[in-house]
């Protein structure tokens, strides 16, 4: 993987939350999911993001992602501000310029694994790069596998799928919801450890929600939420590093 990433901005940041706030419902029944949150995520950098349950992490994913508006603040991905979007733009520019790998995979089961990964390409009408294509599934170690279908291929290798589709657009930032958390142990460390290369050698980059602290360890840096709020970062994280923070921050 010696290519780099399409620089679609020049922000030294890849994603910036100013003062984002998310409050579910109204009066009596209102939940405040996030709660002033500002936070940037460098380029070519690698973020876990860990807390107790209903700390906030997947609210926090989602409104970055442009999946979700908050209800206050503002969302930067590169020099586009996400809250200002109307929805046509949004879906424009979650669809180019942002990677999706959710825990469940999401691939399309009638589809080979070659049409899977290029399908954000044909929804955006834009052509295959069938170098980058080959490079993208050498790398993820299913160049082998093109014509396959997805019941056709472990869960591991789903997932390694679904991280070739996060990356066929070279968007600005891959997001990852619980990536490892329907695999078992070897899989999971190796989705993780292509996450670390997508990094490294393509300099991507990676936001990761996660409960897994061993998961967590291979980001650059994990940022702790709680109650809704940033509670702490820790830069080359450990293990048990991590699972020392989240028994402090309650239980998870
Ligand atoms: N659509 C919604 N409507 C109302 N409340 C919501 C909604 N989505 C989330 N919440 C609430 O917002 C808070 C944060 O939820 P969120 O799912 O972001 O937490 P989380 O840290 O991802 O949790 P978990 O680890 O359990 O997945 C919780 O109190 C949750 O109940």
């Not at 170690?141 to 290798?157: D, T, V």
């Not at 061993?214 to 650059?220: E, K, R």
């Not at 994990?222 to 991590?242: C, H, K, N, S, W």
Request: hydrophobic letters at 40%.
């Amino acid at each position: 993987m010696a290519f780099a990433v399409r620089r679609a901005t020049s922000t030294n940041y890849s994603i910036r939350l100013d003062s984002v706030s998310k409050v579910y419902g109204s009066s009596g029944s209102a939940v405040r999911a996030l709660d002033a949150v500002s936070i940037e995520l460098r380029r070519g950098t690698f973020t876990a993001v860990m807390g107790p349950s209903g700390s906030g992490k997947s609210t926090f994913l989602n409104c970055a992602a442009g999946l979700d508006r908050p209800t206050s603040g503002a969302v930067w991905l590169g020099d586009v501000e996400l809250s200002k979007l109307g929805e046509v733009e949004l879906t424009e520019v979650r669809r180019e310029r942002i990677g999706f790998i959710f825990q469940a995979y999401n691939l399309l089961g009638s589809l080979t694994v070659e049409e899977n990964v290029t399908l954000p390409l044909r929804l955006a009408d834009r052509k295959t790069d069938k170098a980058f294509l080959r490079e993208v599934l050498t790398a993820v170690g299913l160049g082998e596998h093109m014509k396959r279908r997805p019941s056709e291929l472990s869960g591991g290798q789903q997932q390694r799928v679904a991280v070739a589709r996060a990356l066929i657009t070279h968007p600005d930032v891959v997001v990852a919801d619980e990536p490892t958390g329907a695999l078992d142990s070897r899989s999971s460390k190796q989705v993780l450890e292509l996450l670390r290369q997508v990094v490294d050698n393509m300099g991507q980059t990676v936001l990761m929600v996660t409960h897994d602290p061993v998961a967590a360890s291979h980001a650059d840096s994990v940022v702790f939420l709680a109650d809704g709020r940033l509670a702490g970062e820790m830069t080359r994280p450990t293990p048990d590093q991590v699972a020392a923070r989240m028994t402090h921050l309650g239980e998870w």
